[in-house]
């Protein structure tokens, strides 16, 4: 019977399972090809319209990879190849010209990565034995030869390993090679596509998005966990909606000296109806003891079995969508891994055990994986079928908090705490107050829910809602924005019946955007510009794609000022700008939509919509960030990302010229924004009126310049270093580059700059200059109270740095952790200097519940509170060397008249920034 549903789509995987075989009445052996052997079933996970978890099972989709033009010998060992399916030829485009490529079909996934290794060309350089120099010299002619040069070993050169592959293909090149040198490229061939996570390439095939309605045939349950199992026939597309989701919580407590399990807690949330359901599961043991019998030893070991079968059975009759808990991916997560691999490897009757095979409560009735990032040490776990979210992460993300510890971020968010169960001495703990721990345990659990779905964290609607321009399940966003672009990216690629690369992890320089130079001093009345949009609106007016890229200066129709040419969008409409221009839309639509639902009084889908609109402005942002980045697929990217900042600083230079020449002073500026004041504009409504002036006259097309803010009074001091005080649209203050934003400052220095930056902004400088000459003396005097001195530094693994002995924090992390208190690597250290006069500074670790015994250094402190404070008093006459020891000898009535600062007549040359920008491997910071 078949039955169809709208589904939200969470996670997606895939299992490979041998198809059933028949036998010959003849034989005694299974008659069957090897190519035949397997069957590849997708299977997505998700959630229904009626908040019903279904998993949905989709067979018969193959394994695939392109290689380009590969040998007739080559073809045929693929033809012939056990583990080959079928070959198909295609002609795609590459690098604007149509090219044959072998699609060749595989068993399984995991075979692509083994045929990558066999078979794939990985130079672009050919070295050939004393090849004729009438060769050398046609070589030479062709269009994508770097360099050629003759001798007994000449060199071949390229930028291209399918350029390369093609000179062997068409000069027989093979035979003028030494045989170490051919077996490089005997056989090989340049592979595409070959790097998508295969659960990704059904995606993008079927062109699925986060919400389909699938049609199939209800299936039985079996091992799966989900209220509906359904085999999927057809797949269509529906309205996007957001399901109530299952949340559960979970916390360990054991044993620090033996590492066995007390009790495991945790809390299921169900969003559908608001219930909560609490389960305990807890040791009949308490603390081990040293001496004892083998007999003892099995039957604690049997009781920690039974905890963590208990744990399976409960989540698996829960089945909720999310696990979450604070610190899981260090802690609890590692806990539940290596004691079951510990416990259980003994014990799998006579199957092959896998780690993790034990904790069998993903959705497909299998176990948890680890992976862990050879180059940052950094953890990841996966559980089919549900999302895993550690509460500690999104509140890294988040908020950014100074202290990172469960209690401090849970009275900071609902006025609430741990208990008070001292974790450094939980054996003791266990063995006397045993239900205590129980509900210490079922505490954490709880507050790490909480923490979870407070507003100000929100990280599964976040998630849920960037997922819809991304058309990807749940999970997969949460991978990196990299992902989010390759899913629009590679379907609009293979629409097109472009051939799709591989990463290359190649790195190089550029130069970044555009930074005015600061005028620095206290401006009044200052109309700030939000250059919304820019790097997008940039691809979109310049048709800048990789498709477009060319070498032919008669069909450029756009000249990048890199000297990057790209066709006019006449000639070919490139992918990228097709792609960011859809985004733009989009976040039109959503934004028109949270207007209209705001003028119904519906706020809650006004706020959706808000969010909406967030996620898209972050993908098409981000696209910039994309072509910059070492894993970006398409190898002609570095032409791309400098050509992008080339345009967007060129764009901003007008911008500022033009307001400089109509004789208004441009005080700041970046590629993000513009801020610049009139002499004839002295109140809010002229301001607004100029600026909305302003705005109209630049937005064209898809550029959008934004009146973002006024400003009564913006004091500037240097590139990126400014505070404001905002009185439109919304009164608030505007702080960029100065300390109170950064994490690891302490308490009264972000409360004093804070109270300085309200001062200045009052427009009373010389009172800024008193009250921080006070503040220090005070703080000299050991006038502060403990917890406003408290710093906070994140600490990795102590083996990445090469010196961590010379630090202060990572030397507070190892004291902490020989008092018995757990280390996570990345999670911030909170310490008081004590010492600041010596190297490394001295410093004792702050604890939650326990006295501190050391006494600050106050000197210290004053001195890095001076430094910090001089970058605004300075303006005013008084330095550093002033704040710490005595009165400005300048007097500061220069500074306190209510003169109005002019605006030059001549425009300011804005100075460009001299330092090469080197790409990192994340986009967060084009964003």
Known sequence: ????????????????????????????????????????????????????????????????????????????????????????????????????FLKVYVRAPWFVPKFRTEFELQHKTLYLDNPPVELLQRIREEPDVLEVTEGPEARVSTDDRVYSQKLLNKYGLLDYMAPKEREKFYNRAVFFAADIVFTNRFIYDMDLETCVRVTGEEVEKGEYT????????????????????????????????????????????????????????????????????REEKERRAEDERRILREFVEEVRKLDPDVVTGYNINNFDLQMLYDRSNLLFKDRNEGKKFQPGDAMTFGRDGLGMSRRENR???????????????????????????????????????????????NATRIDEEWSNRRDEVIRYCLKDADLALRILVHPRINTINKLMDVAIPSKLPVKEVSGGQNRMIESLLIRMVDRARVVVPMASGEQYDYEGGFVYDTKPGLWEWVIGLDFSSMYPSQIIKHNICFTTLTKNKDEAGHTSPVGAMFLPKEKRDGIVPQMVEGLLKSRKEAKARMKEARTKGDTDMAEYYNRLQNAIKVIANATYGYFGARFCRWPYSRYIAPSITSWARDEIRTVVSTLEGRGYTVIAGDTDSVFFTSKDHRDLDSCKLLGFMVQQEFSAGNMHLELEKIMERFFAHAKKRYFGKIVWPEPTLLVRGYEPRRTDSFDLQSETMTKVFQIVLDGKPDEAVRFSKDT????????????????????????????????????????????????????KTPFVITNGSCQPLRAEPVIEGVEFAGRPDYKYYAERLAMALARITEAFGCDERTLMQGNSQRTLDLFCEEKKPEAKVAPVIPREPSKKVKTKSTLDMFL
Not at 25 to 42: F, N
Not at 232 to 239: K, M, N, V
Not at 783 to 794: E, F, G, Q, V
């Open 1 to 100: 019977m078949q039955v169809s549903f709208d589904v939200r789509l969470l996670d997606s995987t895939y299992s490979v399972t041998p198809k059933q075989v028949q036998r010959d009445k003849d034989r005694d052996d299974d008659v069957v090809s090897l190519k035949d052997r397997d069957a590849v079933i997708v299977r997505l996970y998700g959630k229904t319209r009626d908040n019903k978890s279904i998993t949905i099972l989709c067979p018969d989709f193959k394994p695939y990879f392109h290689i380009f033009d590969p040998s007739a010998s080559l073809r045929k060992r693929l033809e012939e190849h056990d583990d080959v399916l079928a070959v198909e030829d295609v002609d795609l485009d590459y690098k604007g010209a149509a090219e044959h």
């Open 226 to 293: 989900t209220d509906i199992v359904i085999r999927a026939e057809t797949f269509e597309r529906c309205p996007i909606f957001t399901p109530k989701l299952k949340i559960m919580s979970f916390d360990i407590e054991s044993s620090i000296k033996y590492q066995n399990i007390y009790c495991i807690c945790f809390t299921v949330y169900n969003e559908a109806d608001g219930s909560r359901e609490d389960r305990m599961i807890s040791s009949a043991f308490g603390p081990p003891a040293d001496g004892m019998t």
């Open 375 to 421: 180059t940052t040490g950094f953890v990841t776990w996966d559980v089919k079928g549900r999302l895993l979210i550690d509460a500690w992460l999104s509140v890294k993300k988040e908020l950014r908090p100074k202290r990172e510890g469960l209690g401090y971020v849970s009275n900071q968010l609902f006025n609430d705490t741990k208990d008070n169960i």
């Open 776 to 827: 220090i003396d005070r703080l000299l005097k050991g006038n502060a109270d403990l917890s406003t001195l408290i710093i906070s530094k994140s600490v990795n693994e102590f083996n990445s740095y090469d010196n961590p002995d010379s630090l202060v924090h990572v030397n507070v992390a190892k004291q902490l952790q020989q008092m018995g208190y757990e280390f996570t690597p990345g999670m």
